[in-house]
């Protein structure tokens, strides 16, 4: 059973930092890619990063290159977003998501391919 359990949000100033966790579970990190969405208040949930643990190869949203970065521990199975620089337009929950449906590989475009596995969610606020 895949399970992703998601934590580290809350809230920072704008210009500081958070790192999330997502902790995995019931499948194999090699064997598919996984990633962050994120979903604002009254706005569609949008892709933010991915990474295939096997290729090597990561990607990011336009709006958050340069400032946010995606990693894996596959000794602990868990996998984290660096979020520096932080702004206002940020804050939304963030979503862990597994492409156990899809394949090792990130989806050139985040939000077309829609992942299989997903976690419950963690707030990250922005604001002074």
């Known amino acids: 059973q895949v399970q992703l359990v998601e934590s580290g949000g809350g809230l920072v100033q704008p210009g500081g930092s958070l790192r999330l966790s997502c902790a995995t579970s019931g499948f194999i990190l090699d064997y598919y890619a996984i990633g962050w969405f994120r979903q604002a208040p009254g706005k569609e949930r949008e892709g933010v990063s991915c990474?295939?643990?096997?290729?090597?190869?990561?990607e990011y949203a336009d709006f958050v290159k340069g400032r946010f970065t995606i990693s894996v521990d596959k000794a602990k199975k868990t996998m984290y977003l660096q979020m520096n620089s932080l702004k206002p337009e940020d804050t939304a929950v963030y979503y862990c998501?597994?492409?156990?449906?899809?394949?090792?590989?990130?989806?050139?475009?985040?939000?077309?391919?829609?992942?299989?596995?997903w976690g419950q969610g963690t707030q990250v606020t922005v604001s002074s």
């Open positions: 998501a597994a492409y156990t449906g899809w394949g090792y590989l990130c989806p050139q475009d985040l939000n077309e391919i829609e992942p299989a596995s």
């Open positions: 990474i295939s643990s096997s290729a090597g190869i990561t």
